[in-house]
């Protein structure tokens, strides 16, 4: 794609968390745990999440491969959702989503993000919105699981 096309700023985070990605690995053992992928550009994402008994993401970590999007995308997400509670993580993803989607959420929403708030503007870029939405889908999918079977 025009990664070019992207503001100089916005690639660069992208790049250095395609390079240098966060919480990329194997968890021991993890409560929730999805793998997803994107068919239409060969990204896979191997998600595993740890929640305490508080609900909250003690542990976050992945596996992968794909374009750099892809992959960037989870290490922001992982980066970001770390440390959160459930509900709260299951809400930053229905804001990259919306946003991906084109639909606006509040700056304070967008902030909560993190990094992972450069790759809510994929719209721009049709073709790559799956591979910016794969590693949310991840998680949305991997702590909603669980609690179809609760
Ligand atoms: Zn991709």
């Known amino acids: 794609m025009g990664l070019e096309k992207l503001n100089n700023l916005y690639r660069e985070v992208i790049l250095d968390h395609a ?10 053992a993890a409560t929730h745990q999805i793998i997803l992928n994107n068919p239409t550009c060969g990204d896979v994402i191997n998600l595993q999440i740890n929640l305490d008994d508080q609900e909250r993401i003690k542990e976050v970590a992945f596996t992968g491969e794909g374009c750099t999007i892809s992959q960037a995308s989870a290490s922001m997400m992982t980066a970001a959702v770390k440390g959160k509670k459930k509900e709260e993580a299951l809400k930053m993803a229905k804001t990259f989503s919306d946003m991906a989607i084109g639909k606006d959420h509040p700056q304070a929403d967008l902030d909560a993000l993190g990094d992972a708030q450069v790759l809510t503007s994929i719209m721009e870029f049709p073709a790559r919105i799956k591979c910016a939405t794969l590693a949310w889908w991840a998680l949305q999918r991997a702590l909603l699981q669980e609690s179809d079977e609760d």
């Open 19 to 28: 390079a240098n990605p966060h919480n990329k690995g194997k968890l021991a």
